[in-house]
């Protein structure tokens, strides 16, 4: 089975470019979660999805940042401008059990988009 | 205070070690705990759930301590493949989101 798949896998872009990252989330997984991972500040959700509806934003650095879901099997996090602080590790996860209290349910990662903003 | 707290490493041991690791955290309406690896340049992937009466699989065991907020994971019998980053990993009453240490680097030598 395929898992959650990232695009592109590397990224390479000069300050005030837009960057688009794409996620496809494992088949029948009803929540979408967005993180980026840095060597200071470890892994941050950023945002993340129930049913393709964002219910909680609140990690998103700033209006630099947004991201889509507009249907169940697709989601893009957008920079723009990007910044070089914004140069890390992006990575998608999706589960299956959306919100289930003291649930054990896991979360898939993808392979991660590696970005750098000179 | 940080929400999830773990000692960065690296630890080094050796073949046939056995490691164990520690966790913090803050918040005592943390509901559900978690062990996820993360191989170098790769994603973090679920290691496996932390149970309250503590829980092994095979050469991994983890343990929660509710009353002192911190959860360990102990590795037997090392492999060089056991080789990576340990993230500890919270999660709160009534959200779905995790929470995730930083993790702690294992570097298992011949």
């Known amino acids: 089975d395929a898992g959650v798949i990232q695009s592109p896998r590397h990224e390479v872009t000069e300050m005030g470019q837009e960057v688009t990252l794409r996620c496809k989330p494992i088949s029948g997984h009803n929540s979408l979660f967005w993180y980026r991972q840095t060597m200071m500040r470890g892994l941050e959700l950023l945002i993340y999805f129930n049913n393709n509806v964002p219910i909680d934003d609140s990690g998103m650095p700033e209006d630099r940042f947004s991201a889509k879901m507009p249907n169940a099997s697709f989601s893009t996090l957008k920079i723009q401008p990007s910044e070089p602080r914004d140069s890390a590790v992006y990575f998608c996860?999706?589960?299956?059990?959306?919100?289930?209290?003291?649930?054990?349910?896991?979360?898939?990662f993808g392979p991660g988009t590696r970005l750098l903003v000179l | 205070r940080k929400e999830v707290e773990q000692d960065p490493g690296p630890f080094n041991v050796p073949e046939g070690a056995t490691v164990a690791f520690n966790c913090t955290y803050s918040?005592?309406?943390?509901?559900?705990f978690f062990w996820y690896r993360q191989d170098c340049r790769k994603e973090p992937k679920l290691l496996m759930s932390v149970y309250s009466s503590g829980n092994e699989d095979g050469r991994f065991t983890a343990q929660l301590n509710r009353a002192s907020q911190y959860i360990s994971l102990l590795i037997r019998d090392s492999k060089l493949s056991d080789s990576a980053t340990y993230l500890c990993v919270v999660r709160v009453t009534g959200y779905s989101t995790l929470t995730f240490g930083k993790g702690t680097m294992l570097l298992v030598s011949p």
């Open positions: 996860a999706s589960s299956s059990v959306p919100g289930q209290v003291g649930g054990q349910e896991t979360q898939y």
């Open positions: 918040n005592s309406a943390s509901q559900s």
